[in-house]
């Protein structure tokens, strides 16, 4: 558990981080320098001659959209949102999860939908001033396309990586890296202004320690703590980086905010996560359930 407190922390700095330092920055440089420096960090540990062609073409795909896509967008989110709001957004996560796994076999849950509704009406309650600002509403759909691919991959993977064999995750994870540096790369040279880009010293340790770190290390980090805890002390560690990532973002990083609006639209939000919570640990027990995880960051 102490290694899912520790990532917790760390990922919850990174919202105001992105925010003061790095907006302004093509967010698909920073996405493709980000994910660049993880793949360096994973790199020593893959085992590319156990590991056949499909299962590598495979993988590279689900990174190229659990990564690549999702950095993308995530960090393109921040030019139109604050940092609390981008963390609090993550909670949907869990949400898409059941809802893609629930559409992946073909069959609907209402209550699954209910809470996506419930959760949907928090969020316009902490924007309400803001609903008209076309800015904002498209701050808000980048993350949820960027929750939909995270989603969309923590499915997927689970799902190839149970018929790999004895391969270990650490074996392989260095390929979701390589197919999510080819999309946000591939990006980043086309809608980077390379001539003009200029980064100073305090953006160069941002990068750093998101590519290093907040992506790299913490991934791993996370990886190896989820496999020694319980299901529910999981779920808990899960969203703990987000109240974790709005107190920083208000009381560290000084963001504005109508705190009344923030607690009511955020304890909705809550309420709609701890309802998913539970029908999802009562369908534990049927054949094919799903826990979903919140994303990080």
Not at 90 to 119: E, K
Not at 134 to 150: A, D, K, T, V, Y
Not at 280 to 294: D, H, I, K, N, W
Request: aromatic fraction near 12%; hydrophobic fraction near 55%.
């Amino acid at each position: 558990m102490i290694h899912l407190i520790i990532v917790s922390f760390i990922w919850a700095f990174s919202f105001g981080l992105i925010k003061q330092q790095l907006v302004g920055l093509d967010s698909s440089f920073v996405a493709a320098a980000r994910l660049g420096l993880s793949l360096l960090v994973f790199l020593p540990f893959l085992r590319l001659g156990r590991i056949p062609w499909p299962l590598r073409r495979r993988l590279m795909l689900i990174g190229a959209i659990q990564y690549g896509l999702m950095y993308v967008t995530y960090i393109y989110a921040f030019t139109w949102l604050a940092s609390y709001h981008v963390a609090l957004f993550t909670i949907f996560t869990p949400l898409y999860v059941t809802l893609l796994h629930d559409l992946r076999r073909r069959r609907f849950h209402p209550f699954s939908l209910g809470t996506a509704l419930l959760a949907v009406a928090g969020t316009a309650i902490i924007l309400f001033h803001g609903l008209a600002d076309s800015g904002l509403l498209l701050g808000f759909l980048l993350m949820q396309l960027s929750n939909g691919c995270f989603a969309y991959g923590q499915i997927a993977y689970r799902e190839t990586m149970a018929d790999a064999g004895d391969l270990r995750d650490h074996q392989v994870f260095a390929l979701l890296y390589v197919g999510a540096f080819a999309v946000a790369g591939s990006m980043a040279v086309v809608t980077t202004p390379w001539s003009s880009l200029s980064l100073d010293t305090s953006q160069l340790l941002a990068l750093l320690y998101l590519g290093v770190l907040a992506s790299g290390i913490c991934f791993f980090l996370w990886n190896h703590g989820a496999r020694q805890t319980t299901p529910g002390a999981l779920a808990i560690a899960n969203n703990l980086k987000i109240p974790l990532a709005v107190a920083c973002s208000l009381f560290i990083f000084g963001e504005d905010a109508n705190l009344p609006r923030l607690l009511l639209g955020g304890a909705i939000i809550a309420a709609s996560l701890i309802l998913h919570e539970r029908h999802v640990r009562c369908a534990s027990a049927l054949p094919e359930a799903t826990v979903g995880a919140a994303k990080p960051d």
